[in-house]
């Protein structure tokens, strides 16, 4: 069990356009869910908490209006990268946990963005 | 806030020999969580240790939880090709997890 998906794996996009990402708890229902950003070789930065049927709470210097979290139930929950730039091109990884906040977190597979 | 750190950043090895990395909280922490994550994957759970002065083995694995629940290693005995990957440690302040910048494993033949 505690199995997460994410979709997609990959995308390239032109920049200025928006890209949505999807993480789904498929197993299991995921009262938290968690994003991630991770450069090459770095540690993973966390973005975003997001319980779900509320607002996300976002990490110091993350932009809430740049990147979207909609957490509408409690097996998925979407990341959106609105009008991405070339510096927004990472490894986006989404985590969920059954509980809220500080259990364990079972990872999607992450989904690579790249911004042309 | 609380910071993890976790040391050494790299490490390189020559199959057979032991290896480990070390994790240090500037606050005590609720539990600790030890990730691993293979080159071009994501991170995999491995282990929560959440008593003082914990110890929990997996195969050739040792983990440890130090009596302040400030500090954490994770040892690999006779290291194996299949050990390469990156080893995050979590410290959990009961309300987030925060990672360590994790430790890096090459293990050459």
């Known amino acids: 069990g505690a199995v997460v998906s994410q979709h997609p794996s990959w995308v390239i996009c032109k920049s200025g356009t928006s890209v949505k990402i999807e993480c789904r708890s498929l197993d299991f229902q995921a009262t938290t869910m968690f994003w991630y950003r991770q450069f090459p070789k770095q540690s993973l930065m966390l973005m975003a908490t997001?319980?779900?049927?509320?607002?996300?709470?976002?990490e110091q210097g993350v932009e809430k209006d740049k990147f979207l979290i909609n957490h509408a139930s409690l097996t998925l929950s979407t990341l959106t990268v609105t009008s991405a730039h070339p510096e927004d091109s990472s490894f986006y990884i989404c985590?969920?946990?059954?509980?809220?906040?500080?259990?364990?977190?079972?990872f999607g597979p992450g989904t690579r963005l790249l911004v042309l | 806030g609380q910071q993890v750190m976790q040391i050494p950043q790299y490490q390189h090895v020559q199959e057979g020999e032991d290896f480990t990395t070390y994790c240090n909280s500037s606050?005590?922490?609720?539990?600790i969580q030890w990730y691993k994550q293979r080159p071009g994957g994501h991170p995999v759970f491995l282990i929560q240790l959440v008593k003082s002065g914990e110890v929990k083995k997996q195969k050739r694995l040792t983990f440890q939880f130090g009596e302040a629940k400030k500090n954490s290693s994770l040892h690999i005995t006779a290291t194996q090709t299949t050990d390469v990957g990156t080893y995050f440690c979590?410290?959990?302040?009961?309300?987030?997890?925060?990672f360590g910048k994790g430790t890096s494993l090459l293990v050459t033949p």
């Open positions: 985590s969920a946990s059954r509980t809220s906040g500080s259990q364990t977190q079972y």
């Open positions: 979590a410290g959990n302040s009961g309300y987030a997890l925060n």
């Open positions: 606050t005590t922490l609720s539990n």
């Open positions: 997001s319980n779900e049927g509320s607002k996300a709470t976002y």
